[in-house]
């Protein structure tokens, strides 16, 4: 082994110091100011002049070197070249690397500020868990949310809403696009951030999980083939949470959680012993898309009953103040809302009673469910002129057309969610898809995700073609004109939202390019991942779902009423209650009839009317009337039909 040199000693000890923080770094440089100013004095000394003793030489050289103001007092050529050194040392060591240690320090801090690393001292507020496409919106939604907001500050007997954010890189860049969402603007100062991920415990603590009101975990992306998935990280935190709870002895929050894979819902529930609500997003995705495809127009009403904006909400009321009323005489009191049904209390969460016939009684214990334009139109007020009541007996089944049993369906793209996709065509048994999937991901890849998800039993026929439809020869070999719906996917593989969106969007025109040649059109489903890109393809023949948009309303909404999820699980898959279209032939209605007459015609067949779908766009480029005014007369145009809600 070779001995270490001095000067190597000198510089490893110096080295320790300085990595220490600014408190010892100005420490050293203190050491080398008095070192510089003791050198420097014991160098004049021996000149005698006006040095009474060495102190006063070494307070000369200290004086040099921190003001170089001094430098035109000296006398003789000794004293003022070491006066010059001096004053050259004191610009790099005094001045300089002095104004460094402070400002390297003072920006650090700043950085530490910025990022937010010290915990709120906030009380019933609602926890983000994570920065993702989804949270943006997810605050719009919440500070948008008027009437269920005012609820939510009631119960919880808070004054105003704060929301904390938890981000592993919190900056004021953040707080700039913050700001500048549409629908937060001024009241981003209700938005805090803090720095951390979910899966740190002190993180955590940095939100005050345990004394929120809510903590919503948003499902964020991962590159594919991680082990370290957005569910994991999710099931992470839940236990982290109630870790906490149990070693300070408190009360669990109330937490509403994303998951991918639905199938890890016994998981969460195992994980976190508190009141959670679980949201599948790539389910519930798959669900809308699934309806969309038997039910063509239906993105309508989800981008309006999902999304903000303007337009109708689906609204839970509590039974206390509505107890003894019967469904009709509710629905004949609030002449500007459309009651769907009943929540009926069990042991363990709620029996949904959509399409409850209207002389069920409202127990006080029971939550009504109610579609509105507003809050405040769900509330009792003297001033609206009551409807007559309409009666409707129980809701008869549906069963689907003959000619809809099959269906081929072209799916273009790839991303996680896919198999929860082919795992929803497979819980429709009544029926039989047939299912091209087209992508440049490797079919062996694509064969195994879709085989571990779902058991196949030969019902969905899966067919995968590797090619890039982006190419147009290869978009034209495939022949989408053959299919009945046609799905573009917005990519997960890619670095970002707006790459994806901007693939699925040129590869959309350019279908659009391939299908006027031919005589049959398709249906388009195209779904989106970042909201900014809603309004690029208005007016354009495609059906659109705006993934993010429709998952942060969920869960912003879930959050503020819990029971909403079981409504939502209830409307949108597979049997029960169901948005569907029909044909105003099947009824007998009038040559002119309003909107009223409709819902008595309607609910003679034991169904609920919810608006019109008409065959021509409005001036905003809009088919759907949901809950048009009751007095309207509906001029339904060839082509039109009815918006109904019944039972499959």
Not at 408 to 429: D, I, K, Q, T
Request: overall charge negative; some cysteine; aromatic content about 6%.
């Amino acid at each position: 082994m070779l001995p270490f040199r001095l000067i190597d000693r000198l510089k490893f000890i110096v080295e320790r110091q300085l990595v220490k923080g600014a408190g010892f770094q100005l420490l050293v440089v203190a050491v080398f100011i008095g070192l510089i100013s003791l050198v420097g004095g014991l160098l004049v000394v021996p000149q005698g002049g006006d040095f009474e003793d060495p102190g006063s030489a070494i307070w000369w050289a200290f004086l040099r070197l921190t003001d170089p103001g001094y430098l035109g007092d000296d006398v003789g050529t000794w004293q003022r070249f070491v006066s010059t050194l001096l004053t050259i040392s004191g610009y790099v060591v005094f001045m300089g690397t002095l104004v460094a240690i402070l400002t390297r320090w003072l920006i650090a801090k700043m950085a530490d500020l910025e990022r937010g690393l010290t915990p709120v001292t906030l009380k019933n507020h609602i926890v983000v868990l994570g920065w993702t496409s989804q949270t943006l919106p997810l605050l719009s939604e919440l500070l948008g949310s008027s009437g269920r907001m005012r609820r939510f500050l009631e119960k919880h007997d808070a004054q105003k809403l704060n929301l904390v954010v938890l981000s592993e890189d919190a900056s004021a860049a953040q707080v700039h696009e913050i700001r500048s969402e549409p629908g937060i603007g001024r009241r981003a100062r209700q938005v805090i951030l803090r720095s951390g991920s979910a899966i740190q415990p002190d993180a955590l603590h940095r939100v005050a999980c345990l004394d929120a009101a809510a903590v919503i975990v948003p499902s964020a992306a991962h590159e594919a083939g991680s082990l370290v998935t957005s569910d994991v990280e999710t099931v992470k935190a839940l236990l982290s949470i109630a870790a906490q709870a149990r070693y300070l002895k408190t009360s669990l929050p109330f937490v509403v959680a994303e998951i991918q894979d639905v199938r890890k819902l016994p998981v969460i529930e195992r994980a976190y012993p508190g009141a959670v609500e679980v949201v599948g997003g790539d389910a519930t995705i798959s669900r809308l898309m699934v309806q969309n495809i038997l039910h063509p127009g239906l993105s309508e009403a989800f981008n309006e009953l999902l999304t903000a904006g303007e337009g109708n909400e689906i609204y839970i009321r509590g039974g206390e103040s509505l107890a003894g009323m019967t469904l009709a005489e509710l629905a004949a009191a609030r002449p500007e809302v459309i009651v769907l049904g009943l929540l009926k209390p069990r042991e363990t969460g709620w029996e949904v009673c959509l399409l409850a016939p209207s002389d069920t009684p409202i127990g006080p214990k029971d939550r009504v469910v109610i579609m509105a334009r507003d809050y405040s139109e769900t509330e009792p007020d003297a001033k609206r002129t009551p409807l007559p009541v309409i009666e409707r007996g129980p809701a008869v089944r549906v069963s689907p057309p003959a000619d809809r049993i099959h269906h081929r369906v072209l799916v273009m793209g790839w991303n996680r969610r896919v198999p929860s996709l082919v795992a929803e065509f497979l819980s429709y048994s009544h029926r039989r898809f047939e299912v091209d999937l087209v992508s440049v991901v490797p079919k062996a890849e694509r064969e195994q995700a879709i085989a571990r998800y779902v058991d196949d039993d030969g019902r969905v026929v899966c067919r995968h073609i590797e090619a890039d439809y982006m190419v147009e020869g290869e978009l034209r070999r495939i022949g989408p004109a053959n299919y009945d719906t046609v799905i573009l996917l917005s990519s997960d593989r890619l670095a970002s939202g707006e790459e994806a969106d901007a693939r699925a969007m040129v590869g959309y025109l350019q279908l659009e390019d391939i299908l006027t040649e031919s005589s049959h059109r398709p249906q388009l489903i195209m779904e989106l991942s970042d909201p900014d890109n809603r309004h690029l393809l208005e007016g354009h023949q495609s059906e659109m779902l705006i993934s993010p948009m429709i998952l942060s309303h969920i869960l912003a909404q879930v959050s503020l009423r819990r029971e909403l999820r079981v409504v939502l699980d209830e409307l949108f898959t597979v049997g029960g209650a169901e948005i569907q279209f029909r044909n105003p032939e099947n009824y007998p209605l009038p040559a002119s009839a309003t909107f009223q007459t409709l819902e008595k015609i309607v609910a003679a067949e034991g169904e609920l009317a919810l608006g019109v779908f008409r065959a021509s766009p409005d001036s905003r480029g809009r088919h759907l009337q949901l809950n048009p005014a009751r007095q309207d007369y509906l001029e339904l145009q060839p082509g039109d039909q009815l918006v109904v809600l019944c039972l499959t």
